[in-house]
């Protein structure tokens, strides 16, 4: 993709400013120019300088700097010998180098297309720092005229309006065009323009992982998967063969795979979030520092996330050559590692919330604390203690030994628990003036022994 300049102009920084990382130079004015360049001492120290320049040691590395200082030491050394005219040169090429790398910090919206997901048309739906909308016609215009109006104002393109022209359908098409009528997530950044995406991925999986958190029991029974464009598997057709030993007939079987249904946040689905603690969650998203326990909160929904997102059934609809005109029917996957991935992957979410210390007993705290927070009566909890306590062992048999042996309807319950126990954090830790592993701690005591 071509990429264009951000900025038409540079504010030159002040003499004041890089006057230390030219000192630190100094020494280098009266040898050759590849001996400056690569004299190690003299520029590791202008690096230094130059890092603590605001806003470039936060955003910029030594080695990166200390290459492009290289750079331009052995380009302004080679320009001329006379130590005034280097001294001259090298003035004006560190504030054009401080102006320039100062350019490329700035705030950014971030923009990420997502697959599978159905939201309310004209509707933004707002998860921590993170919009979830439709991208539309307009918003696809609005883009558009956007470029143009940089591209009017840059000197290099103003009056090429062949290029501009191009460069817009090429960009229409193959760029801003894609995104028209898809479900995107928008959120902000700070920082460099080259680690946008990478800085702005981090919060939008934490959004996508809060939505996922409000999980359907049947969600999976319809094929309700969800994420980032290109990190779900797309609903494709699969066909298969079948030949005989011998001679004869061979046969087929075709089938659609992978995410078959929308997860779609309805009117019911937005009354099931909210119900279940994401007015709760949305303010802990959306904080720029976290206490101890809204990490752990956080993080036990990553898990629970990446826990649904792992596909159990291939319920597909199916046809044969031999059968046309059969009724669509279902028909299960054959049994894999997804029910064992997810089992772990739950078993994980569950002691990232309930354990704090790693000398702890692990399956008895796990069960003792799922079942005080979910369940008050006697006999309820003794039967849910002895629960978490086998699919911890079978979690521990499948890490450990390869083991196998998880019911569908064990993973539905472990879920529908991992959720209980995460809502029942999101709710009430704010009461229980839970804000650190010492006051978790406490509490979990406190509780135990009434």
């Known amino acids: 993709m071509h990429r264009l300049p951000r900025k038409l102009g540079l504010n030159l920084a002040s003499h004041t400013e890089y006057s230390e990382i030219a000192q630190k130079l100094h020494p280098l004015l009266p040898l050759e120019a ?18 603590r320049l605001r806003d470039i040691g936060k955003w910029f590395g030594h080695f990166e700097l200390h290459q492009q200082l290289s750079s331009l030491v052995f380009e302004v050394w080679s320009a001329t010998q006379a130590h005034t005219d280097r001294q001259a040169l090298l003035d004006q090429k560190l504030s054009r180098l401080v102006s320039s790398l100062r350019s490329r910090i700035g705030s950014w919206r971030v923009v990420v297309p997502l697959q599978n997901l159905t939201i309310p048309n004209r509707r933004k ?70 680690n946008a995406f990478e800085e702005a991925l981090p919060k939008i999986e934490e959004a996508i992982a809060a939505v996922k958190f409000f999980h359907y029991l049947n969600d999976d029974f319809y094929g309700r998967y969800f994420g980032i464009a290109g990190r779900v598997i ?168 390869g083991s196998k042996g ?7 319950q472990l879920t529908f628990l991992t959720q209980r126990v995460i809502v029942a954090f999101l709710k009430n830790s704010r009461r229980w003036k839970l804000d650190s592993k010492e006051s978790l701690q406490e509490w979990f005591l406190r509780e135990k022994l009434g």
Request: a positive charge.
């Open 34 to 51: 590849k001996k400056a360049a690569t004299s190690t001492a003299e520029l590791g120290q202008a690096v230094d300088a130059l890092m």
């Open 125 to 194: 739906i707002r998860i921590g720092n993170v919009d979830l909308f439709r991208f539309s016609k307009s918003r696809g215009k609005r883009t558009l005229e956007q470029i143009r109006a940089f591209l009017r104002r840059n000197p290099k393109y103003a009056n090429n309006h062949e290029f501009i022209d191009k460069y817009l359908n090429r960009t229409e098409k193959y760029e801003v065009g894609e995104l028209v009528g898809k479900t995107c997530a928008e959120t902000e950044v700070y920082g460099r323009a080259d």
């Open 234 to 401: 797309s609903q494709v057709r699969r066909v298969m063969l079948l030949y005989p030993q011998g001679s004869g007939f061979v046969g087929f079987e075709s089938a659609w795979v992978g995410a078959r249904s929308e997860f779609e946040i309805d009117a019911s689905r937005a009354k099931f979030m909210q119900a279940h603690g994401f007015r709760e969650l949305n303010r802990i998203l959306a904080k720029e520092s976290r206490t101890d326990m809204q990490d752990r909160i956080i993080s036990a929904i990553l898990w629970f996330a990446k826990a649904v997102d792992v596909v159990l059934k291939d319920t597909v609809k199916m046809e044969s050559i031999s059968d046309l005109g059969r009724r669509a029917r279902q028909r299960p996957q054959a049994e894999m590692m997804g029910p064992y991935d997810r089992l772990v992957k739950l078993m994980v979410s569950l002691e990232t919330l309930l354990l704090v210390d790693e000398n702890e007993p692990i399956a008895a705290n796990l069960s003792e604390r799922t079942a005080m927070l979910v369940v008050h009566d006697y006999q309820t909890r003794k039967g849910l203690v002895q629960f978490i306590k086998d699919m911890y062992r079978k979690r521990s048999g499948i890490i450990h030994h």
């Open 406 to 412: 998880i019911t569908e309807n064990e993973l539905q």
